[in-house]
């Protein structure tokens, strides 16, 4: 069965720090993966997609980049944190593009 | 550009009620359709998808028909119970392109009460 981790389960950051949000997937080789953003009380915003390691393609920016460096490892990061970037971060995974979805457990970021 | 408009929440009925949730979505392109649900503090869980038109999706009592004509994707359920409170997803998957984009609608709020 396949399972989807992510890390840290929160954050709390002060404005202008770094930032690393990490997303394991086990039992399936070659996903493809996604990063997606929830404002509190609001709908999903899709930010980055990878279909292969090493290849990421943004959506929306957001002043936020990703990176796929293994197979089952995505990472989502930032130098600069701004309040803005407070929220529900979730990543995700499918087996082509066509596919459902599968969602991971999420990141909560509050900034402060 | 692509996108989903759904029923704006929250929603609230008694146990045994029967739900609808609107949704409407725009398009050029031939999107699959999905109806996902999401408890709190969790990440959205799949209810169905549907990739053709004309075709419905159903999964725990809930169910929706991919209207091609009248670009619509309402989730329905006969009666709900309290365990569906939860916030539901529309969603629409641009496979069309080259770009692997799931656009999500506002999500609707449901609240049953006991």
């Known amino acids: 069965a396949q399972t989807i981790h992510q890390w840290p389960v929160a954050e709390i950051k002060a404005v202008g720090s770094p930032l690393s949000l990490g997303c394991t997937i086990k039992?399936?080789?070659?996903?493809?993966l996604y990063w997606y953003w929830q404002a509190t009380g609001g709908t999903l915003q899709q930010l980055f997609y990878?279909?292969?390691?090493?290849?990421v393609e943004s959506v929306v920016q957001l002043n936020l980049s990703a990176s796929r460096p293994k197979d089952d490892q995505f990472i989502l990061s930032t130098e600069k944190l701004l309040l803005s970037h407070s929220g529900f971060y979730l990543c995700?995974?499918?087996?082509?593009?066509?596919?459902?979805?599968?969602f991971g457990p999420g990141t909560r970021l509050t900034v402060l | 550009g692509d996108s989903v408009t759904q029923t704006e929440g929250p929603v609230t009925l008694s146990e045994g009620t029967s739900l609808t949730v609107n949704c409407s979505y725009e398009?050029?392109?031939?999107?699959?359709l999905f109806w996902y649900v999401q408890y709190p503090g969790e990440g959205p869980q799949l209810l169905f998808k549907?990739?053709?038109?004309?075709e419905k999706g159903s999964n725990r009592g809930f169910e929706a028909t991919y209207n091609k004509e009248a670009t619509s994707f309402h989730l329905q359920k006969a009666s709900v119970q309290e365990s569906d409170s939860a916030v539901y997803y529309c969603?629409?998957?641009?496979?069309?392109?080259?770009?692997?984009?799931?656009?999500f609608g506002k999500g609707t709020h449901l609240h049953v009460l006991p």
């Open positions: 995700a995974w499918s087996l082509d593009r066509e596919a459902e979805q599968f």
């Open positions: 549907v990739p053709k038109a004309n």
């Open positions: 039992g399936k080789s070659s996903p493809n």
């Open positions: 969603a629409l998957g641009d496979h069309d392109t080259n770009a692997y984009k799931v656009i």
């Open positions: 398009t050029k392109q031939y999107p699959t």
């Open positions: 990878s279909i292969t390691v090493g290849q």
